[in-house]
C-alpha cells in the first residue's frame, strides 16, 4: 500500500451540502437544541448553583423543625412588639419582623442596611450574638441572591425548566459508565426529582397551584409593620405572634400560632382584616418539601443534590471536550512561533528542529500544530515560520483544515511569516498545501519576510536553505543545524511472497504480501511506519505502509502491495514501476536497499487498553495486521474492532485466516465485512460504518477509542468521513456534539487517523 505526506485527497473530511432542505430540518434543530442547551446551562450555572445550594440547605429546614413547635416559646405582648418597632424604626423603613423564639428580641429585614438586624425588646437596642440563622441567610440566597435579584431567580427557573425539556427532547439515552452518560442517565433516570424543585419554582412564579388570595385593596402607601399589628391585635389572636412582612399592594402578611395551628392574616393598607383559611398548596409544599415533615425535606435534598449532579457531569463533560491534545511546546512568552502542518510527521520534526535552532541562538521560540492555533495568535509574534506539507492533489493536511478555514475572518495585517511547502513535483499540484495557506495569510494582511520555498521530495536540503535564509533576514546566526532523524537506509531481503486475491473467484485486484529480511538493518519499526522503495535509479521513491511490529517479536518487514494499472493516452495498458518490480521482477533471496520513515501519527497508541477501530478497503489492510500482532503480545490489551470492504469474500478477504484466528483468541473482539459486488452482501465499508453508528460513538466517545482509516481515496478516504460526519449528526446530540467541531477536536488529539493513497 503506498502512502505519502501529500497523497491524501481533498476531498476527506469535506461533505457536499445537502438539497434536501426538509430532511435537513430536524438535525439542524436538533443541533439547535444541543447549543441552546449547553450555552444556556453554561451561561447561568453560577446562579444555577447558588439556588441549588441554598436550596439543599432549605431542605433540612422541615426535617430540623419536625415535630417542634412553629412559633416562639415563649410569646410576647404585641403591644410590646408595636412600641420597640416606634423607637428602632420610626421612619417605617421595616420590610419584615419576626419574634425570636425565646420571646425577647426580634430580627428585622429593611432596605436600610442599619435596620437590619437582632434588636432587644426591652432595651430597643442591637443585640449582638454569635448565632446565625443558617436557614434565614439560605432563603435571601435562594429568593434573592442576597442582593434583592429576585428577577434574576425568576429568569434562571424559567432557564432551568427549559434546559430539562430541551435535555428530554434531545433523546432516550442508554445507561454508560462515563460523564456524559451519568449526565444523560442521571437526568432520565431521575426525571421527576430532577423536575420537582424548579417545575414548582415555575408555578409558584406563575401563581398556578398556590392558594387563592382574597382581593387586595391597594394603598397608596405601604403599610408601616407597626400599623398593621395594631390594626390586627384587637380583632384576631396573635398572643403567639411569629413575623409579619410586606406583601402586596402595600399589605401586610402576619403569620401566628393558634391551637388550631399556624394562622396568616392579611392586613390591607386600608386597615382591612382578611384571614387567610387556605393552607400553603400543594406546589408550595412540593417546592419546600414540608407536605410529609421530615420525610419530603429528605426526598427534596436529593432533589437538589440530583441537579447539582446533573450541573457538574455536564460542566465537566463539557471541559473535557474543550481539551484537546494540542501540540505547543516552548516559551509561552515566545516571540517567533514556528507551526507545522503535518500528515505523516515530517513536517512536525523539521518544525522541531527548527524551534531548537532557534533556541540554540538565543531566540525565545514556541513550536505549535496548526491545529492548535487560532490564525489572531500570529499578530501576537514577531516572526512567524510555517512549515506545511501537501496531501492528496494538493490540499492542506487535516490539522491545518480549520486553521485554513479560520483565516478567512482574521485581520493579520502587521503579522510577519516565512513558509516552507513540503511536496512532491510528479504529483499536479506540487506544493499545493503550501500554496493555500500562503495566499489566505496575504489575502488577509500579512507580510511575508521570506520568498516561499518549495521543497521537492526529501526536504532536508531545501530546510537547511530556508531557514538559513530566513535566521539571515530576522537577524539570526545559527551555525551548524542539526537536521532531523527522519529517514533510516535499510537492506532487506525479500523472503517470502504470497498471492492475496484469487483471480478465480472474481474481478479482484492482484495483490501481493511480502515479507523481507531486515538483517539488523531496521530499528523498533512499528505497523504503521514507511517504507520508501524506489523501484530504478532516478526514480523517486514509493511509500508502503509496514504491516508488522519489532514489539510483537517479528524481525522481518511486511508489505501489502497491489499490483497498479494505467491507461495512456492511447489506450495501451501499462504496470505501476514499483508495484510491478516488488510483485513480478523482485525475486526471492534478493537484496533491496529502500527507506525506513517512522509515522507516529499512524503507529498504534502509546496506551495499549484504548480500543482501537480499524477500518480498512482492499490493500489497506496492509498496516492492521501489525496491529493486531502487537495487541496479541501486550498484557490487558484494548479491544480492536475491525471493519474491512473489498469486491469479493471469496476473492478479496485477505488476511481471512489471520484475522478468524485472532478473533477466536480473543484478540480481535469484532470483525465486519462488506463486499460490494457479492449479490449477498452488496454493501460498501460505509454502509457497515452507518448501520453501527451508535456503536462506533460508544466506541469513541465513551471508551476513548481511536479510529484509524486505511485505504484508497476513492473508496474509503472521503466516503468514510462524510459517514462519520452523518453518524455523529444523527448520534451525537446525547453527546452534545456537532459534527465539524467534534471531526476537527478528533483529528487534532488523534482520535480519527487517516493514511490514504491513489
Known amino acids: 500500500m503506498a502512502t505519502s505526506d501529500n497523497r491524501i485527497p481533498k476531498s476527506i473530511f469535506r461533505d457536499a451540502p445537502s438539497k434536501n432542505v426538509n430532511a435537513m430540518f430536524p438535525d439542524t434543530l436538533k443541533r439547535l437544541l444541543v447549543i441552546a442547551h449547553r450555552w444556556l446551562a453554561l451561561a447561568l450555572a453560577p446562579v444555577f448553583l447558588l439556588i441549588l445550594l441554598s436550596g439543599a ?35 417605617h423603613q421595616a420590610t419584615s419582623v419576626s419574634l425570636s423564639a425565646d420571646g425577647r428580641s426580634i430580627r428585622l429585614k429593611s432596605n436600610d442596611p442599619a435596620l437590619v438586624g437582632t434588636f432587644d425588646l426591652a432595651t430597643r437596642t442591637p443585640v ?133 395551628g399556624p394562622m396568616r392574616y392579611l392586613v390591607s393598607g386600608t386597615g382591612k382584616i382578611v384571614p387567610l383559611t387556605e393552607g400553603p398548596g400543594l406546589v408550595r409544599q412540593l417546592h419546600e418539601g414540608t407536605w410529609a415533615g421530615a420525610g419530603s425535606g429528605v426526598l427534596n435534598f436529593l432533589a437538589a443534590a440530583a441537579l447539582m449532579g446533573l450541573m457538574v457531569t455536564g460542566l465537566y463533560s463539557w471541559l473535557r471536550r474543550q481539551r484537546q491534545a494540542r501540540r505547543r511546546d516552548g516559551d509561552h512568552n515566545a ?43 500570529l499578530a501576537g509574534f514577531r516572526n512567524s515560520l510555517l512549515i506545511v506539507s ?19 475572518s482574521a485581520d493579520l495585517r502587521g503579522t510577519r511569516f516565512s513558509l516552507l511547502a513540503l511536496g512532491d513535483s510528479r504529483y499536479r499540484s506540487f506544493c499545493g498545501g503550501g500554496r493555500q495557506v500562503r495566499e489566505a495569510l496575504l489575502e488577509q494582511g500579512a507580510n511575508e519576510v521570506a520568498e516561499w520555498r518549495r521543497a521537492d521530495g526529501e526536504p532536508t536540503s531545501a530546510w537547511r536553505n530556508w531557514l538559513a535564509t530566513v535566521s539571515r533576514l530576522i537577524g539570526l546566526e545559527l551555525g551548524t543545524v542539526a537536521a532531523p532523524e527522519t529517514n533510516r537506509p535499510v537492506t532487506l531481503t525479500l523472503i517470502e511472497r504470497e498471492r492475496l486475491d484469487h483471480p478465480n473467484q472474481g474481478d479482484t485486484r492482484e495483490t501481493w504480501r511480502l515479507a523481507f529480511d531486515t538483517g539488523g538493518t531496521a530499528g523498533d519499526f512499528r505497523p504503521g511506519d514507511l517504507l520508501l522503495i524506489s523501484p530504478a535509479p532516478g526514480e523517486a521513491p514509493r511509500c508502503y505502509s509496514i504491516g508488522t511490529s519489532s514489539l510483537a517479536g517479528d524481525s522481518r518487514i511486511g508489505l501489502t502491495v497491489s499490483l497498479h494499472t494505467w491507461k495512456d493516452s492511447e489506450g495501451k495498458h501499462h504496470l505501476g514501476l514499483a508495484s510491478n518490480y516488488l510483485c513480478h521482477q523482485l525475486r526471492p533471496g534478493a537484496k533491496l536497499d529502500a527507506t525506513w520513515r517512522r509515522h507516529p501519527d499512524f503507529n498504534p497508541p502509546d496506551d495499549p487498553t484504548r480500543p482501537l477501530i480499524l477500518v480498512a478497503t482492499g490493500a489497506g489492510i496492509a498496516p492492521f495486521p501489525g496491529f493486531l500482532a502487537e495487541r496479541a503480545r501486550q498484557p490487558n490489551a484494548g479491544p480492536i474492532w475491525l471493519l474491512f470492504g473489498n469486491r469479493f469474500r471469496a476473492g478479496d478477504f485477505f488476511y481471512q485466516a489471520a484475522f478468524e484466528q485472532w478473533r477466536r483468541e480473543g484478540v480481535l473482539t469484532r470483525l465486519d465485512t462488506a463486499f460490494s459486488r457479492d449479490p449477498d452482501d452488496g454493501h460498501h465499508i460505509q454502509d457497515r460504518l452507518m448501520g453501527n453508528g451508535e456503536e462506533l460513538l460508544r ?7 481511536v479510529l484509524y482509516t486505511c485505504g484508497r481515496a476513492s473508496t474509503v478516504g472521503a466516503a468514510v468521513e462524510r459517514t462519520v460526519r452523518a453518524i455523529i449528526a444523527s448520534h451525537g446530540g446525547q453527546y452534545g456534539l456537532q459534527p465539524d467541531e467534534t471531526l476537527a477536536q478528533w483529528r487534532t488529539n488523534g482520535m480519527l487517523r487517516v493514511d490514504v493513497f491513489g
Open 57 to 91: 440547605i432549605l431542605a433540612f429546614k422541615p426535617i430540623v423543625e419536625s415535630g417542634a413547635a412553629a412559633g416562639p416559646s415563649a410569646p410576647a405582648n404585641v403591644d410590646t412588639v408595636v412600641a420597640a418597632l416606634e423607637v428602632i424604626d420610626p421612619t
Open 128 to 260: 449582638t450574638s454569635s448565632d446565625f440563622d443558617l436557614f434565614a441567610f439560605a432563603l435571601d440566597l435562594h429568593k434573592n441572591l442576597l442582593v434583592g435579584a429576585g428577577l434574576v431567580v425568576e429568569i434562571a427557573t424559567y432557564v432551568m425548566v427549559a434546559i430539562l425539556a430541551i435535555g428530554l427532547f434531545l433523546g432516550l439515552p442508554k445507561l454508560r459508565n462515563t460523564w456524559i452518560g451519568w449526565h444523560s442517565g442521571l437526568g432520565w433516570l431521575a426525571l421527576p426529582l430532577v423536575a420537582l424543585a424548579p417545575v414548582t419554582g415555575l408555578l409558584m412564579i406563575l401563581h398556578i397551584g398556590t392558594p387563592s388570595l382574597p382581593t387586595i385593596e391597594p394603598a397608596a402607601h405601604p403599610l408601616p409593620l407597626a400599623r398593621a399589628l395594631e390594626a390586627a391585635a384587637d380583632r384576631v389572636d396573635l398572643t403567639r405572634f411569629v413575623a409579619g412582612r410586606q406583601f402586596r399592594q402595600g399589605s401586610v402578611l402576619l403569620t401566628a400560632t393558634t391551637a388550631e
Open 335 to 377: 516571540a517567533t512561533l514556528v507551526a507545522f502542518a503535518s500528515q505523516t510527521g515530517t513536517a512536525a520534526r523539521l518544525a522541531e528542529a527548527t524551534a531548537k535552532a532557534l533556541r540554540d541562538a538565543g531566540e525565545a521560540a514556541i513550536c505549535a500544530s496548526l491545529a492548535a492555533l487560532n490564525p489572531r495568535e
Open 390 to 408: 501537501t496531501t492528496g492533489e494538493g490540499d492542506v493536511p487535516d490539522s491545518a483544515r480549520m486553521f485554513l478555514t479560520r483565516l478567512g
Open 699 to 705: 466506541w469513541l466517545v465513551e471508551r476513548r477509542g
